[in-house]
Antibody
């Protein structure tokens, strides 16, 4: 069965960086893009971007351009989301997810979420 | 950016009642709209994609309809496990966007 398993809770100071991992199993990793979605406490969902493990192609939300990098390691079937220059409003649960199709969306398989807290 | 506006913000209903949730897009998204259910502390769960297709394992009491700018998620008869927050999401244009959510609560 398809599974996405994310790395654990992170506590970071403002200005630091965080790298969240998402290990995939149960399907052909290269074929499906991995998307990243975040949810601030008590808020809605924000689509951050996605990566194609096949060719490394990425698309990012404009408000995160310059601070976010998404990568994928096909040898370990793991996707990564690196967010730099953290601010308090980056405090959120970060989810990786896979689509129904090889396209980024709609998102049918989700990781369990990684809590990232940014606080001094 | 396409803005998705969901209504109502909160729906107070009893088990067994039907629920109708609305999602309106600021631009034409064709049929590229999905619905998700989210419970506290959990990841979202895909219910409906491409406006009207039920995802695998989703009960038949969930149905989606609409196209272009107006979409509806209907729950024919609420089960206790259906009380949750529901989000719509478009994939017509990047950035993909979510609505702000409709909370279905027990009356």
């Amino acid at each position: 069965q398809v599974q996405l398993v994310q790395s654990g809770t992170e506590l970071k100071k403002p200005g630091a960086s965080v790298k969240v991992s998402c290990q995939a199993s149960g399907y052909t990793f290269n074929i499906y893009t991995i998307s990243w979605v975040r949810q601030a406490p008590g808020q809605g969902l924000e689509y951050m971007g996605w990566i194609s493990p096949y060719d490394g192609n990425t698309v990012y939300a404009q408000n995160l351009q310059g601070r976010v990098t998404m990568t994928a390691d096909t040898s370990t079937r793991t996707a990564y989301m690196d967010l730099r220059s953290l601010r308090s409003d980056d405090t959120a649960v970060y989810f990786c997810a896979r689509g129904v199709y090889s396209e980024p969306s709609p998102l049918v398989y989700w990781g369990q979420g990684t809590v990232v807290t940014v606080s001094s | 950016e396409i803005v998705l506006t969901q209504s109502p913000a909160t729906l107070s209903l009893s088990p067994g009642e039907g629920a109708t949730l609305s999602c309106r897009a600021s631009q034409n998204v064709g049929s590229f709209l999905a619905w998700y259910q989210q419970k506290p502390g959990q990841a979202p769960r895909l219910l409906i994609y491409d406006a009207s297709f039920r995802a695998t394992g989703i009960p038949a009491r969930f149905s989606g309809s609409g196209s272009a700018t107006d979409f509806t998620l209907t729950i024919s008869s609420l089960e206790p496990e259906d009380f949750a927050v529901y989000y719509c999401q478009q994939r017509s244009n990047w950035p993909y966007t979510f609505g702000q959510g409709t909370k279905v609560e027990i009356k």
